[in-house]
């Protein structure tokens, strides 16, 4: 029953910035865990930053000092700020949540860093 909806992804120039936006909604539990992942074609899902509830943040070594993952428990919503965007990032961003019970996914939204 839980719903994930993204928002934020895009064409942009290498250098620049996008925000990346899941909200959950529908949930029986309280969320433990939201975080992002991310897929390239020929590639496996791999981690990208998350985040607990009490705001302990964990990243990939390919985007510290690049992108910095924020959540508002308020509103059950987790962001990915993305700077100085390179080629390489270019992927199938997916918003992740965990619950005592689940994780849930979200469709995924597309990343393309080109000049």
């Known amino acids: 029953q839980v719903q994930l909806v993204e928002s934020g992804g895009g064409l942009v120039q290498p250098g620049g910035s996008l925000r990346l936006s899941c909200s959950a909604s529908?949930?029986?539990?309280?969320?433990?865990?939201m975080g992002w992942y991310r897929q390239a074609p020929g590639k496996q899902r791999d981690l990208v930053a998350d985040?607990?509830?009490?705001?302990?943040?964990n990243y990939a070594d390919s985007v510290k000092g690049r992108f910095t993952i924020s959540r508002d428990n308020a509103k059950n919503t987790v962001y990915l700020q993305m700077n100085s965007l390179k080629p390489e990032d270019t992927a199938v961003y997916y918003c992740?949540?965990?619950?005592?019970?689940?994780?849930?996914w979200g469709q995924g939204t597309q990343v393309t860093v080109s000049s």
């Open positions: 985040i607990a509830r009490d705001g302990t943040t």
């Open positions: 529908g949930s029986r539990f309280s969320i433990a865990a």
């Open positions: 992740k949540v965990v619950t005592a019970y689940t994780i849930y």
